[in-house]
């Protein structure tokens, strides 16, 4: 039996942990940000309406991007200007 690749789980997993985040807003639920990193751009403004203004907030008063994390590089490349 062929082994899946390594993008083929991934997807599998990023989509493990989008079903509950959807199962959740149909409820009006939301869900914890810094849990895991697989939610769409929607589902965090679903569950989060004023998140896309963090980053802008955040940016404004770290001028030299001194705060850091995985966490925050993931949200802001997400809620990049368009």
């Not at 985040?21 to 939610?39: E, K």
């Amino acid at each position: 039996m062929p082994r899946p690749r390594l993008a083929d789980f991934f997807a599998e997993v990023a989509e493990a942990f989008r079903t509950p985040i959807d199962m959740a807003l149909r409820r009006t639920g939301s869900y914890f940000l810094t849990y895991h990193r697989y939610a769409r751009r929607e589902q965090v403004e679903a569950a989060y309406s004023q998140f896309a203004e963090f980053p802008r907030r955040k940016e404004s008063l770290d001028l030299d991007s001194r705060l850091q994390s995985d966490w925050w590089r993931q949200y802001s490349r997400m809620f990049a200007a368009r």
